[in-house]
Nanobody, 124 residues
Framework: QVQLVESGGGLVQAGGSLRLSCAASGRSFSRLAMAWFRQALGLEREFVSA????????LYADSVKGRFTISRDNAKNTMCLEMNTLKADDTAVYYC?????????????????WGQGTQVTVSS
């Protein structure tokens, strides 16, 4: 497995922006498919965005499309999620996930490594 550490969460007003980062170690980062999931209080974990090992393929949940941008820097072993025009509904714990694979995947069971999560709170 790979070790994942998220950072960048916090409290922001609706309409604001945050940038989440995920630092990876323990496995060749450039061979990893990566993703962000989130879980709001009382709800199930849901897919947010995914990116293939090369960065050529990205996926987004409909709820964040056009507002969030996923990216990765294989030289720095990091993945980021730029979140703009944040809404109260974006409030959740955001998790970074990884699996050694070539594509980009929406389904959480695909991923075998998870971070501890970072809290994002959007005040309305």
């Amino acid at each position: 497995q790979v070790q994942l550490v998220e950072s960048g969460g916090g409290l922001v007003q609706a309409g604001g922006s945050l940038r989440l980062s995920c630092a990876a170690s323990g496995r060749s980062f450039s061979r990893l498919a990566m993703a962000w999931f989130r879980q709001a209080l009382g709800l199930e974990r849901e897919f947010v965005s995914a990116i293939s090992w090369s960065g050529a393929t990205t996926l987004y949940a409909d709820s964040v499309k056009g507002r969030f941008t996923i990216s990765r820097d294989n030289a720095k072993n990091t993945m980021c999620l730029e979140m703009n025009t944040l809404k109260a509904d974006d409030t959740a714990v955001y998790y970074c996930a990884a699996v050694e694979a070539g594509g980009a995947y929406e389904n959480s069971p695909v991923y075998d490594s998870w971070g501890q999560g970072t809290q994002v709170t959007v005040s309305s």
